[in-house]
């Protein structure tokens, strides 16, 4: 992993040396908010550096006083979009969900997180303060804990994958539920000799309701139900 730039160093309190130049009119703060602004009206493509100094109104060599380069910027964008998380209070079961809805919160607001590039450095202090929280909800749980870390992040990656379908929602190629319709639509007609799980699938539940990826529960019970088996029978937290 990269040394953490300006911003991220700032971020983490970590004392940095001003480049030369004239005092700085703007503060980080006030840049990485013209950069979520522009990411939130027209896509993470479109935070270029010249793209936030039209935004904040500001030189471009003005940025470089408080950030070392774009995916220095982006690092700052997550941890501010990301903020506090949220206190987590009840069972297990509750605070596995007002986590979930929380992060899933965030991405509706800020989809450009799904776009941030993997090779971003992450390891922000917000971005860390949701996988501790996370982390604290297996406290009373059976799950070792050298497994717990990789837990919370199959989590936090299916989270994003839930947003993700929400954003696609509509589109032909990526909504899951479309997919599903038309590959229920298809087994009804397709031969049960040559396509026998295809044409077996059934658009009711076991609980007698649709089955759909739609609903906007289903990736996170699955996930609930996967947990669920680290923790002692009975048990809720």
Not at 11 to 35: F, H, N, Q
Not at 55 to 72: E, F, G, I, N, Q
Not at 173 to 199: K, Q, T
Request: hydrophobic share 40%.
């Amino acid at each position: 992993m990269t040394e953490p730039g300006l911003a991220l160093s700032r971020l983490w309190g970590t004392p940095s040396v001003l480049r030369p130049g004239p005092k700085p009119r703007l503060s980080l703060t006030e840049i990485v908010d013209a950069s979520i602004t522009l990411a939130r009206t027209d896509g993470l493509a479109a935070v270029t550096m010249a793209r936030v100094a039209e935004t904040a109104l500001c030189a471009k060599m003005a940025l470089y006083r408080h950030v070392s380069d774009r995916d220095d910027l982006l690092s700052a964008m997550l941890d501010r979009a990301l903020g506090e998380p949220p206190q987590l209070n009840g069972s297990w079961r509750e605070r596995f969900t007002a986590l979930w809805d929380a992060l899933l919160g965030i991405y509706a607001s800020d989809p450009w997180l799904l776009e941030l590039p993997t090779d971003v450095n992450g390891v922000t202090p917000q971005n860390l303060a949701w996988i501790d929280r996370a982390l604290s909800l297996f406290d009373e749980s059976l799950l070792p804990s050298s497994e717990r870390l990789s837990t919370v992040l199959l989590i936090t990656e299916n989270i994003r994958f839930e947003a993700r379908r929400r954003k696609a929602a509509g589109d032909p190629v990526d909504d899951l539920d479309f997919l599903l319709e038309s590959a229920v639509s298809a087994g009804r007609r397709l031969s049960g000799e040559r396509y026998p799980h295809l044409a077996g699938l059934s658009r009711t539940g076991s609980d007698g309701e649709p089955a759909s990826l739609s609903s906007a529960r289903h990736v996170r019970d699955l996930m609930l139900r996967s947990v669920a088996a680290y923790f002692p029978e009975g048990h809720e937290g």
